[in-house]
Every structure is written in structure tokens, then in C-alpha cells.
């Protein structure tokens, strides 16, 4: 499974912005897929996941101002982030399991909300 990340950027805190992951190499409906960030000198953290059947789960972090959703005709998930803050700083990066629990990262994508 290949991944490819986009829509990263700048924004103001309060503002809102759309990441992409598209996904390649595998049947895209059999994978589960989750975004994950990792600030400076912090841990790796799951912050949106999506199964294969659709169900999401996210932490309290980021619960009711990050959504995830998939495509499966596009073979994409999305991840819609609103009420960014500043602690919303991070690399984000696209995660798949296919339905052997094989695990794939995809590259990052730089978000940056200022204050």
C-alpha cells in the first residue's frame, strides 16, 4: 500500500483545513485507515481513525473538531480539521492496516496554526 498526504499549511487558530490521504496498491475498501501527528519533540499520536466498514474513533483531543471520512470510489480519506488551535501544530501522517494487519505510513504534511 502506497499513501500520499496533502493539505497541510498555515492557518489562524479558529480556522479550518482539509488533509487528504490516497491510497494505492491495495483494494482500498478492505483497509482501515488513520491520521496521526507528531509535534517537535513529542510522541506519535492517533488523532482520527476509520475502519475499513466506516466506524471512526478519535480521542478527546481533537473529538468534535476533527473529522474523518473516506471515499472509496476515490480510493481517499479525508481528514477535516475545524477550531484549530495552536497545540494542533504537528506532521500529519496517513496510516493503513490492510486485512493482513500489515501497518504503512504514508509522508507527512506540515499543519501550523498560529495564534
Known amino acids: 500500500v502506497q499513501l500520499q498526504a496533502s493539505g497541510g499549511g498555515l492557518v489562524q487558530a479558529g480556522g479550518s483545513l482539509r488533509l487528504s490521504c490516497v491510497a494505492s496498491g491495495s483494494i482500498f475498501s478492505d483497509i482501515a485507515v488513520a491520521w496521526a501527528r507528531q509535534a517537535p519533540g513529542k510522541q506519535r499520536e492517533l488523532v482520527a481513525m476509520?475502519?475499513?466498514?466506516?466506524?471512526?474513533n478519535y480521542p478527546d483531543s481533537v473529538q468534535g473538531r476533527f473529522t474523518i471520512s473516506r471515499d472509496n470510489a476515490k480510493n481517499v480519506v479525508y481528514l477535516q480539521m475545524d477550531s484549530l488551535k495552536p497545540e494542533d501544530t504537528a506532521v500529519y501522517y496517513c496510516?493503513?492496516?490492510?486485512?493482513?494487519?500489515?501497518?504503512?505510513w504514508g509522508q507527512g504534511t506540515q499543519v501550523t496554526v498560529s495564534s
Open positions: 476509520i475502519s475499513s466498514g466506516g466506524h471512526t
Open positions: 496510516r493503513a492496516i490492510d486485512k493482513d494487519h500489515n501497518y504503512y
